[in-house]
């Protein structure tokens, strides 16, 4: 298992920046955000570390052996859209891109492609899972023609009123994965695994490492508070940052312990990459590096890397 970090925080930095930032700090490896040339969506969205439309195959290749020889390979090409928005051209650009980076994943060696299956808000869950097997089947298979894995992750997406009703990523629980799975039974299908957005949802966040371990290719470290006062006041149904609050790794709910406890129980074998989405660390440069800092030092007592912040 490596200790890593998602480039989405660092949106300023170029990508050997990033990389650089990664190696002075600790880290093993680098999820790499990988949005296409556009204006951002939402927070943390629309970042572009890597171009893979506009950088050639030689270019690319520059880029990652960069990455190597600092000792932070790519671990992952992240892109987190919603590619079953009930907005044709938002799902068509998502569904495109997500084609692009299994293409780049495969020539590259990364291997890996880090995603939502989306949402249509508007939909039951049972008409966005039919959507979702028509949408994905062919994504799938063309993954597996390319030999490349997809980590879907379990976020809602749910989290503002712009999100509401439903949120924009399905695959939020136990029980919609069981569905996604039945329904495309693939080998390169499986999840990029962030233990804070149980918490939001109120469930065991360490008993799904250990019922999907095979179905385990990625790890988010991120945390989250939730206020009981607040959530008292307004219950589940509310918008959730009415009762809870994003943290680094260490300075919220989640018991880090416990949970890297159960990573080794299973042997996890991948890159666990600190996510960070702390309002607290986000004023400045400055305060994003301390930020990232203090995460590192928090959760590399329990996954060890060869240097340190």
Known sequence: MKLGLLSAILAGKSFRQAVDLCAQIGFESMET?????QAATRRYAGVTH???????????????????????????LAYYPNPLSADESERTLAIRHIYRLIDVAAETGVGLVNTFIGRDRFKTVEENLEFYEQVWEPIVKKAEEKQV????????????????????????TPAIWDEMFRRIDSDCLGLNYDPSHCVILDMDYIQPLYTYADKIFHVHLKD??????????????AYPLDFMSPKLPGLGDIDWARFCSALYDIHFAGSACVEVE????????????????LA????????????GA
């Open 224 to 237: 989250t508070h939730v206020f009981r006062d607040k959530l008292n006041a307004v219950g589940r149904m």
């Open 278 to 293: 702390d309002r607290n660390f986000e004023e400045n440069d400055d305060a994003i590096r301390r930020g990232i800092a």
């Open 50 to 76: 890597l171009d893979v439309d506009a950088l050639t195959a030689e270019q690319l290749t520059q880029e990652l052996n960069y990455a190597r020889k600092k000792n932070v390979p790519v671990c992952a």
């Open 149 to 172: 894995r997809i980590a879907i992750e379990n976020c809602p997406m749910l989290f503002s009123k712009d999100e509401w009703p439903g949120g924009n990523n399905l695959a939020s």
């Open 33 to 37: 955000a990988c949005w296409p040339k």
């Open 296 to 307: 590192y030092r928090n959760v590399s007592r329990f996954i060890p890397t060869g240097t």
